[in-house]
T-cell receptor, first 113, second 114 residues
Framework: SQTIHQWPATLVQPVGSPLSLECTVE??????LYWYRQAAGRGLQLLFYSVGIGQISSEVPQNLSASRPQDRQFILSSKKLLLSDSGFYLC????????????FGDGTRLSIL | SQQGEEDPQALSIQEGENATMNCSYK?????LQWYRQNSGRGLVHLILIRSNEREKHSGRLRVTLDTSKKSSSLLITASRAADTASYFC??????????????FGKGTKLSVIP
């Protein structure tokens, strides 16, 4: 069966520090991968998605970047965190065609001090 | 812009009662999905209804879709305290890269009181 792992679960970082969040998927190949951010009490904002290795599409201009160095690995990064980067970050995967659900990791709670 | 909008924003009911949540959207869709999120956790897929379907059931869940009104509803029958969570609708749109993206609403926070 397929599983998705996301870490760390919580992270507290100072303003201006770098960031690296990792997500890996097991049990499937060539998944679509997604990074979302969820502000408190809000819906999900799609940040990045990827349909294959090295293929990244950005939905929102921001201080973050994403990379997909391997088929089932998706990394969210920042060189210098801002206070506004605080939030709940969720990674998800899906099969690469319509009428398929997305499967989410348990998220990373990021607090910027 | 937000494609799906859930209504109400919050709902509090007694255990055993039915809970109904509504979702409205703006543009044509391929399908509409409902997800559940427990506090501090990731989203869990509940049910998917295609644009040519009008109703779908899964256990205690019943979803309806009215494409003429661009709306959907999620009914949870005989609610339990464990149903306490936020519920999101999501609509899909095909992107130019061939990926099928979902656009999520802001969710309905359901509280089921024992």
């Amino acid at each position: 069966s397929q599983t998705i792992h996301q870490w760390p679960a919580t992270l507290v970082q100072p303003v201006g520090s770098p960031l690296s969040l990792e997500c890996t998927v097991e049990g499937t190949s060539n998944p679509n991968l997604y990074w979302y951010r969820q502000a408190a009490g809000r819906g999900l904002q799609l940040l990045f998605y990827s349909v294959g290795i090295g293929q990244i599409s950005s939905e929102v201009p921001q201080n973050l970047s994403a990379s997909r160095p391997q088929d089932r690995q998706f990394i969210l990064s920042s060189k210098k965190l801002l206070l506004s980067d605080s939030g709940f970050y969720l990674c998800a995967w899906s099969q690469g065609y319509s009428n398929q659900p997305q499967h989410f990791g348990d998220g990373t709670r990021l607090s910027i001090l | 812009s937000q494609q799906g909008e859930e209504d109400p924003q919050a709902l509090s009911i007694q255990e055993g009662e039915n809970a109904t949540m509504n979702c409205s959207y703006k543009t044509s869709i391929n399908n509409l999905q409902w997800y559940r999120q427990n506090s501090g956790r990731g989203l869990v897929h509940l049910i998917l209804i295609r644009s040519n379907e009008r109703e779908k059931h899964s256990g205690r869940l019943r979803v309806t879709l009215d494409t003429s009104k661009k709306s959907s509803s999620l009914l949870i029958t005989a609610s339990r305290a464990a149903d306490t969570a936020s519920y999101f609708c999501a609509t899909d749109a095909r992107s130019g890269a061939g990926s099928y993206q979902l656009t999520f609403g802001k969710g309905t926070k359901l509280s089921v009181i024992p």
